[in-house]
């Protein structure tokens, strides 16, 4: 069923207000994907403060250019299109969502989910710019990382001296 005019603006002002508040935006084409695995992404989504939504392109289009985005050529959106908006972390929803994609192709899924690309800070960058910024390591990782990096060598020393300790140990018995 078509919508109406007045529908069409409403939908295009809830546009408005998620670009308005979203610190990012990315735009992922999506096809086959069973509900239930879209309802799991956009748990995902949320729990990384972002909000996941399926939507009309021409509208959508729309409330880019009012909202002072970057332009895309509606070409370039091709297929069902879902916009992951990050509301308060800039990169956390980007991250769990790009989780659950590579979860997907390692249980072999056969649907298609793919980034197109984003606007952030109002600039589009392409989709090569979203995959390297989703398979950063997030704060949490890097901070594990480095901790390892300080403890490794306290480590080896601490077992290099038990085994002299044994060898030690061994020779004079």
């Known amino acids: 069923m078509a919508l109406t005019r007045k529908e069409k603006g409403k939908v295009i002002d809830e546009y408005k207000k998620l670009l308005q508040d979203a610190k990012n935006v990315v735009v992922m084409e999506q096809s086959s994907i069973p509900v239930n695995d879209v309802v799991n992404l956009r748990k995902w989504a949320a729990v990384g403060g972002g909000k996941l939504k399926v939507v009309k392109k021409r509208l959508f289009l729309r409330a880019l250019e009012e909202s002072g985005y970057e332009n895309v050529a509606r070409e370039d959106l091709s297929w069902s299109v879902m916009v992951l908006f990050s509301l308060d972390d800039e990169y956390a929803p980007l991250k769990s969502v790009a989780k659950q994609i590579k979860s997907w192709q390692k249980e072999g899924k056969e649907f298609g989910l793919k980034f197109l690309g984003w606007?952030?800070?109002?600039?589009?960058?392409?989709?090569?710019?979203?995959?390297?910024?989703?398979s950063m390591p997030t704060k949490d990782e890097l901070l594990g990382q480095f901790a390892y990096l300080l403890n490794y060598p306290l480590q080896s020393f601490a077992y290099a001296l038990d085994q002299i300790a044994k060898q030690k140990e061994g020779e004079g018995n």
């Open 119 to 134: 606007w952030y800070e109002k600039a589009w960058k392409d989709a090569q710019f979203v995959d390297t910024i989703a």
